[in-house]
């Protein structure tokens, strides 16, 4: 499932293609027929991103929610474009490119008026410009759930997936299930303050990179720490590995005691 970082990018990728065009919308997999044809002709007035959930406003008032889930994704192609596959849920066409959304988990019209809903749906999105860090810690700190499970709660905090959970509980050297309430304020803000810098150098670079800014010049690739690797960096020791609401949960026993 793609992070916050990478759903926040496509916003802003997605806006330099399409913001401000008229768009010729389809379903050619017919699961979304009606709500294609709500959209179809209107303009693209802007995107955003709340956490892994992605949002296209439209000019007649119309926001298609996104939410690509385990195994959903997007195609950009360039005009002119090939006729999209059938497994296509919708194409969004403008007159020099094409989006094809493919999979996803949630592919829904909501009104424009009920953002602020739908927002208060999940938790404070990291990424957001403006961000609150106060709303995200008060709910870590009242919950006896360890650590590593509310990261990835999206109703308690928006945009952290399982590596950046592994890589931010690790620089921090925090044991992942350590209850909420257990850890400080004042960590707590620092372990925001963290996370939000990596999702920022994420969107940045469009890449997980944990480990330091790439220098000038340097290749962009994925970087990380602990996360499925066999030994810690830091210290040696084998990184444990366990499972925790379903997913691989990596941690150094000597690091994050």
């Known amino acids: 499932m793609p992070e916050g970082h990478t759903i926040h990018r496509a916003a802003r990728?997605?806006?330099e293609l399409l913001q401000g065009k008229t768009l010729a919308a389809t379903s050619p997999q017919g699961r979304f027929t009606d709500g294609a044809a709500k959209i179809d002709g209107a303009v693209l007035s802007g995107t955003?991103?709340?956490g892994k959930h992605l949002l296209y406003h439209f000019d007649n008032g119309q926001v298609l929610h996104l939410h690509l889930g385990l195994g959903g994704y997007f195609r950009i192609y360039q005009q002119p474009v090939d006729p999209p596959r059938e497994v296509t849920r919708l194409r969004l066409e403008g007159p020099t490119h094409a989006l094809d959304i493919i999979g996803p988990n949630t592919c829904e019209l909501i009104p424009e008026a009920d953002l602020p809903a739908?927002?208060?749906?999940y938790g404070p999105d990291l990424l957001s410009d403006m961000p609150e860090p106060a709303r995200a810690i008060a709910a870590i700190r009242k919950s006896r759930a360890p650590i590593a499970r509310l990261?990835?709660?999206?109703?308690?905090?928006?945009?952290?997936?399982n590596i950046y959970r592994a890589e931010i509980l690790w620089l921090r050297g925090l044991n992942p299930m350590t209850p909420g309430r257990e850890i400080s304020e004042e960590a707590l803000k620092g372990l925001w303050d963290e996370m939000r810098e990596l999702l920022?150098?994420?969107?940045?670079?469009?890449?997980?990179?944990?480990?330091?800014r790439p220098k000038k010049g340097e290749p962009i690739t994925e970087r990380t720490n602990i996360f499925a690797a066999e030994t810690c960096p830091r210290c040696a020791t084998e990184i444990e590995k366990s499972k925790l609401s379903g997913r691989t949960l990596y941690h150094c026993p000597t690091c994050q005691a």
């Open 13 to 15: 990728d997605h806006a």
């Open 48 to 50: 955003s991103a709340i």
């Open 118 to 121: 739908l927002r208060m749906r």
């Open 151 to 161: 990261l990835m709660d999206q109703k308690v905090i928006s945009g952290i997936g």
């Open 200 to 212: 920022q150098l994420g969107v940045e670079t469009n890449a997980i990179i944990t480990n330091g």
